[in-house]
């Protein structure tokens, strides 16, 4: 594995548009691939300098500070993604909307947000490499691996910023489309039960409801009833991890193909139909432009098996509804 040395120390001028980020984040940025001990070790070491000074982690920027980056070995292993895998180079065909503050992006099922837990990659790093010259990606919220569907990356800070305090207030509008388990009662628009994460010892996260759990709403609509199965819309209130999930398990109508949260005997009643992923797709998002002010709503279209398992169940639909005629 050969390794590659910036060459000197490098003195780097805060942008404006970065005060405000934390020394740390601003080094992950800065030295891509960079293991995040090694960084946290040469801020600890005094390496790292601001306006000449020792700093700690989380130091926040201010506009126009001089950073001091050391020179760091960068192993060539840890690079981003290459431009070229199928997954990566697919990312660009799935923007939903795009201007110089943000990118919407219809995210695939089975790809990661972010890289980590033995994942090389996900979503943020493939569009970092598709976008080498890109001074700032981030992202402004997270979607489950195998949910797909709107998710929003910020292209400047001061667009972070605004979207996360939206986020805060709980202005920003999510809603998701899932298929579930048996009949959902056309009467029975919200879900309020606490969840609790807990970390197995393997890694995985799991949640539960649980009275010390934290306050959780989730707000339902039921859009079709089929014979076996109902399709809903769900608006998460709270954020919680794997909230959509667990609380349709708590209602006693799992989501298909869930393998953390369903019921076996469904999941192959939905794997008959060809269904071989969660159905649980981020179908649209609501938010306030932080530069126009307006109100943006994007649609994020169901993929090709999605809606391939709904015309299945459509038309078992209209069969069973001959019969009984």
Not at 7 to 19: F, G, N, R, S, Y
Not at 223 to 246: D, K, M
């Amino acid at each position: 594995m050969t390794e590659i040395t910036p060459p000197k120390v490098q003195i780097i001028q805060v942008d404006p548009e970065l005060a405000g980020q934390r020394i740390d984040n601003f080094l992950r940025t800065q030295l891509k691939g960079v293991p995040k001990s090694l960084i946290y070790r040469v801020l600890r070491k005094g390496e790292v300098r601001v306006n000449k000074k020792r700093v700690k982690p989380d130091y926040k920027l201010q506009a126009n500070d001089e950073v001091r980056i050391p020179p760091v070995k960068v192993a060539e292993k840890s690079a981003g993604p290459s431009v070229k895998l199928d997954r990566v180079a697919s990312l660009e065909q799935h923007i939903l909307f795009e201007d110089d503050l943000l990118i919407a992006i219809n995210k695939p099922s089975g790809m990661a947000v972010h890289g980590g837990s033995g994942l090389s990659f996900g979503v943020i790093e493939a569009l970092r490499a598709l976008r080498p010259d890109a001074r700032f990606l981030e992202l402004v919220h997270r979607l489950d691996r195998d949910t797909s569907g709107c998710l929003l990356i910020a292209k400047r800070r001061s667009c972070l910023k605004a979207l996360h305090e939206q986020l805060r207030e709980k202005t920003v509008d999510k809603r998701y489309l899932a298929l579930v388990k048996g009949a959902w009662p056309a009467n029975r628009n919200k879900v309020k039960a606490p969840l609790r994460k807990n970390i197995l010892k393997s890694g995985e996260r799991m949640v539960s409801v649980a009275p010390e759990g934290k306050e959780s709403e989730t707000r339902y609509q039921l859009l079709e009833s089929f014979a076996q199965a109902s399709l809903v819309e769900a608006y998460p209130v709270t954020g919680r991890t794997h909230q959509i999930r667990v609380h349709c398990q708590h209602a006693g109508h799992e989501i298909a193909a869930d393998d953390k949260y369903g019921q076996e005997d469904f999941n192959q009643y939905c794997a008959g139909l060809g269904l071989k992923r969660l159905f649980l797709h981020a179908r649209s998002i609501s938010f306030v432009h932080p530069k126009s002010a307006t109100t943006v709503r994007l649609e994020a279209p169901l993929d090709e098996q999605l809606n391939a398992v709904l015309q299945k169940l459509r038309q078992q639909e209209t069969q069973n509804r001959s019969y009984d005629d």
